[in-house]
């Protein structure tokens, strides 16, 4: 089992988990290793993105993962894989949980859920994989900017204990990353592209300022995201290079 008593660091305060989980690997902490924080002053999201988080109200975690088994061109496997055992451990709760692609978890049209892998690569194969996570669960208010949000307590109107949620995304993951080690990545790619926030349909979407219609055809074997305008032109994007209307 990842989870266990020892394995789990827990700060009251930190600038970022992922940043205290780089350390570790350097320090070779064991697989499964798991740096939660009840505040992040300088969590991140994507491509330098701010995550805001109320102190002791949300889930903010790091875990360490060591996939040695993965070819390092088929690192997107462990964004799917997280993306999927996160949205089945929300699922057990709310309706109607996506995987925004890349990794963002939403509910309806609004974020609940962020996800932030970084990857190292020893040779021709996947070294280590730090995978920050960030819930809201409890948070009632959200000041900054960002869109979208939204917290478990918001939609369900009760308190969760955030460390059963961990408790059973720790769970979900150790069975998923089995799963890549014996090979089987048909069924991974199935239940990603399944759980895909709008994955059925056009929808609008926008690029380098200009808006255009399409529908998702499917994910590139490095992640890219692969657009069928009514043309029947594909396209493929990588992280950042399209936007979603929302």
Same mark, same amino acid.
């Given at each position: 089992?990842?989870?266990?008593?020892?394995?789990?660091?827990?700060?009251?305060? *930190?600038?970022?988990?992922?940043?205290?989980?780089?350390?570790?690997?350097?320090?070779?902490?064991?697989?499964?290793?798991?740096?939660?924080? @009840?505040?992040?002053?300088?969590?991140?999201?994507?491509?330098?993105?701010?995550?805001?988080?109320?102190?002791?109200?949300?889930?903010?975690?790091?875990?360490? *993962?060591?996939?040695?088994? +993965?070819?390092?061109?088929?690192?997107?496997?462990?964004?799917?894989?997280?993306?999927?055992? *996160?949205?089945?451990?929300?699922?057990? @709760?709310?309706?109607?949980?996506?995987?925004?692609?890349?990794?963002?978890?939403?509910?309806?049209?609004?974020?609940?859920?962020?996800?932030?892998?970084?990857?190292?690569?020893? /040779?021709?194969?996947?070294?280590?994989?730090?995978?920050?996570?960030?819930?809201?669960?409890?948070?009632?208010?959200?000041?900054?900017?960002?869109?979208?949000?939204?917290?478990?307590?918001?939609?369900?109107?009760?308190?969760?204990?955030? @460390?059963?949620?961990?408790?059973?995304?720790?769970?979900?993951?150790?069975?998923?990353?089995?799963? +890549?080690?014996?090979?089987?990545?048909?069924?991974?790619?199935?239940?990603?592209?399944?759980? +895909?926030?709008?994955?059925?349909?056009?929808?609008?979407?926008?690029?380098?300022?200009?808006?255009?219609?399409?529908?998702?055809?499917?994910?590139?074997?490095? /992640?890219?995201?692969?657009?069928?305008?009514?043309?029947?032109?594909?396209?493929?994007?990588?992280?950042?290079?399209?936007?979603?209307?929302?």
């Amino acid at each position: 089992m990842f989870l266990t008593d020892k394995n789990i660091i827990v700060f009251n305060e *930190l600038d970022s988990t992922n940043n205290y989980a780089k350390q570790l690997v350097k320090e070779k902490a064991a697989q499964g290793t798991v740096v939660l924080a @009840h505040y992040q002053d300088s969590g991140r999201g994507q491509v330098g993105n701010f995550w805001e988080s109320e102190p002791n109200k949300n889930l903010l975690f790091s875990v360490l *993962l060591y996939p040695g088994f +993965l070819e390092a061109g088929k690192q997107f496997y462990i964004s799917k894989v997280v993306s999927l055992a *996160l949205t089945e451990v929300l699922k057990e @709760h709310i309706n109607d949980v996506k995987i925004k692609w890349p990794n963002d978890i939403y509910v309806g049209e609004k974020k609940i859920g962020g996800i932030l892998i970084e990857n190292t690569v020893k /040779g021709i194969t996947l070294d280590s994989s730090i995978v920050g996570v960030g819930v809201n669960v409890n948070q009632e208010k959200f000041l900054s900017d960002a869109p979208n949000p939204v917290s478990m307590k918001q939609l369900l109107k009760n308190d969760f204990d955030i @460390h059963e949620i961990l408790k059973a995304f720790l769970q979900k993951l150790e069975n998923y990353i089995e799963v +890549l080690r014996e090979g089987r990545l048909e069924k991974v790619d199935a239940e990603y592209f399944q759980s +895909l926030f709008r994955n059925e349909g056009f929808y609008p979407y926008q690029k380098d300022g200009k808006a255009f219609s399409a529908r998702i055809a499917g994910i590139g074997s490095f /992640g890219q995201l692969q657009l069928e305008e009514a043309d029947g032109n594909v396209t493929e994007y990588m992280f950042k290079e399209v936007e979603f209307v929302v």
